[in-house]
């Protein structure tokens, strides 16, 4: 069974500053692991996505996000905060290339601030 | 665009009324899923469908029912709409990527339900 958690359900940060996103995960095979975001009123967009070859992955809107199997983390981070980042991101895991399901976080919530 | 359409977006209802909610797609996927949104829970499956006819339960499934007679169309239904079930529900489907499977996921535009 496969299973997310992301620490945090809000995050504060002031525009310019850094943001960083936990995600942590747990998967019995070599996890396919993702990021997405939702807008207000808006469906899910993809971010990013892991899937087995570089450790360190660049998404849209300059965010990134490194896979750490030691740690079992898949953290989101972007350098420096616009206005426009305020949404909600969620972290997903699936089984590998065999997988069928994405398991999804909770979600957290970011607020930039002016 | 993921070529994806739910009906209806938006659906006030009232507790033990069937609803149903559809899920249009014009690319020819075979995998489908209902996932259902709320605060706090993130997504979560209910059902998911790998081929006509072919569907299999998800994590919150109790309450659900869901039927796929052709590709293009996977339905949602609730047999008795409780207000438990109010949520956000969104549809999705698996893209390949030069016929690789990498387990990514495109979603419509979601369909409110509040069962009062």
């Known amino acids: 069974a496969q299973s997310v958690t992301q620490l945090g359900s809000h995050v504060s940060v002031s525009e310019g500053a850094l943001v960083l996103l936990r995600c942590n995960y747990s998967?019995?095979?070599?996890?396919?692991l993702f990021w997405y975001v939702q807008y207000p009123n808006q469906g899910l967009q993809l971010l990013l996505k892991y899937t087995s070859a570089a450790t360190l992955v660049k998404g849209i809107n300059g965010f990134e996000a490194e896979f750490k199997k030691s740690e079992t983390s898949f953290h989101l981070t972007k350098p420096s905060a616009h206005m426009s980042d305020a949404a909600e991101y969620f972290c997903a895991v699936s089984e590998g290339a065999a997988g069928n399901k994405l398991t999804f976080g909770g979600g957290t919530r970011v607020l930039v601030k002016p | 665009d993921a070529g994806i359409t739910q009906s209806p977006r938006h659906k006030v209802t009232e507790t033990g009324t069937p609803v149903t909610l559809r899920c249009h797609q014009t690319e020819n996927h075979r995998y489908m899923y209902w996932y259902r949104q709320d605060p706090g829970h993130g997504l979560r499956l209910i059902h998911y469908s790998y081929g006509v006819k072919d569907t299999d339960k998800g994590e919150v499934s109790d309450g659900y029912s869901v039927s796929r007679s052709k590709t293009e169309d996977f339905l949602l239904t609730l047999e008795s709409a409780t207000s438990s079930q109010t949520s956000v529900y969104f549809c999705?489907?698996?893209?390949?990527?030069?016929?690789?499977?990498?387990?990514?996921?495109?979603f419509g535009e979601g369909s409110r339900l509040t069962v009062l």
């Open positions: 998967s019995s095979v070599p996890p396919y």
């Open positions: 999705a489907i698996r893209r390949a990527s030069s016929g690789l499977n990498t387990g990514e996921l495109f």
